[in-house]
DNA sequence: GGTGATTACAGAATTATATTCTTAAATGGA
DNA sequence: TCCATTTAAGAATATAATTCTGTAATCACC
């Protein structure tokens, strides 16, 4: 299982990519046990994989919002229709089934207002079995992390 | 600026950190230019950095929750304190200030409904100025990215 | 407490990749 | 067209990843 210096790996490796060496200087290693902590992470799973992160400004993505999306019927069909179109929307960053209020949270990042009133308009709310949806723009991310507790 | 050749690789860079050289076969390029398109791309701050994605069950990390905030009134000073004391928890993985009904939205990360119940009983409701708080649990993460479209 | 098996560690050796350097080709105004 | 600037490619070098080997620590079992 995972000791104490593995979830010091995987802090580390959470917060930025970093090589085997300065991880191994972290945690009190040498290279190889270090090394080979980090791949017996990645095989297992635990690593999903590591990707870049972008400036979501400088790529011009100027407009994020969160979307409450409420189904006009809990039909399993209808939930899985919604679910694999969502999947072809590049503008949809996530989609969450949640308990509540609601049915599905979207987050959603697009250019501009334009753009977000196309998605919506264009592509979300035409799909299948929609009975609502509230957007809430985000006006500034306080707080943005991969990052779980460890 | 940014071009057809610079979208690719940061197109492949969010789906999965790569070396030079396959990057390079996907764009068409030798290895030298990519690698300082993507040093560039480093520099300006396009992209942000590289982090390690982790698999969220395999941590323990059982329960996931937006909390919708709402503050007893608008006031700089308030908001501010909020978003300070927000930043030490490492509960919190998001902390967005939106628009619409509610002031803040909140992703929360936990191992338990326990310690849920903990962290908002003991961490979160218990901070100066909070109104209300809302929580919607993820039964299923249908979409879960940190790629923006490009 | 001893003992064999297993696991974890470290340093050296090797391989692969990142990074730099040099040169040539392409591009874009004046 | 010509000069300046940018972009590309291949070779050379530096750095990091990966493998290999031997040693120490750990642990179940006696």
Redesign the interface.
């Given at each position: 299982m995972?000791d104490r210096t593995d979830r010091k790996i995987?802090i580390a490796?959470?917060?930025?990519?970093q090589n085997t060496k300065e991880i191994a200087a972290k945690v009190g290693l040498s290279v190889t046990p270090t090394y080979e902590r980090i791949k017996k992470l990645e095989q297992?799973?635990?690593?999903?994989?590591?990707?870049?992160?972008?400036?979501?400004e400088?790529?011009g993505?100027r407009v994020?919002a969160?979307c409450q999306v409420t189904l006009l019927k809990h039909q399993k069909g209808l939930i899985n229709t919604f679910?694999q179109e969502?999947?072809t929307f590049?503008?949809?960053?996530?989609?969450?089934?949640?308990?509540?209020?609601?049915d599905?949270?979207l987050k959603i990042?697009?250019s501009d207002i334009k753009e977000f009133h196309q998605f919506i308009n264009e592509k979300l709310s035409v799909l299948e079995g929609i009975s609502n949806i509230?957007?809430?723009?985000?006006?500034?991310?306080?707080?943005?992390?991969?990052?779980?507790?460890?």
């Open positions: 995972m995987l490796l959470q917060q930025e990519r297992q799973g635990i690593i999903k994989g590591y990707v870049a992160l972008l400036d979501r400088k790529i993505k994020v969160y679910e969502i999947q590049p503008e949809i960053m996530e989609c969450h089934h949640v308990s509540g209020g609601f599905f949270l990042a697009v509230h957007s809430s723009f985000v006006m500034n991310s306080v707080k943005e992390s991969t990052a779980y507790k460890l």
